[in-house]
């Protein structure tokens, strides 16, 4: 767990950033691996059970941040 905690750490240095952390293994249903993630990551956790419906939400996520970058340009 330490290992994935450092990449997650890597893709989100401070609280203006933004990345999309995608964590496909079964493993991650367990609370006791959940509880393990950055207490900061999970309560933004989502579980799908499709691909289809986890990449519907990214892209949905990728649509608002992107529009809210126009706005503030």
Do not use: C
Not at 37 to 53: C, M
Request: hydrophobic letters at 35%; a positive charge; zero cysteines.
């Amino acid at each position: 767990m330490k290992a994935v905690n450092q990449s997650i750490g890597r893709s989100v240095r401070h609280q203006q950033d933004y990345a999309a952390v995608l964590l496909l293994d079964h493993r991650y249903q367990r609370n006791n691996v959940r509880n393990a993630l950055p207490k900061w990551l999970q309560p933004s956790l989502q579980e799908h059970l499709k691909f289809g419906s986890a990449f519907a939400q990214l892209n949905k996520v990728n649509i608002n941040f992107n529009t809210s970058l126009k706005q503030t340009n």
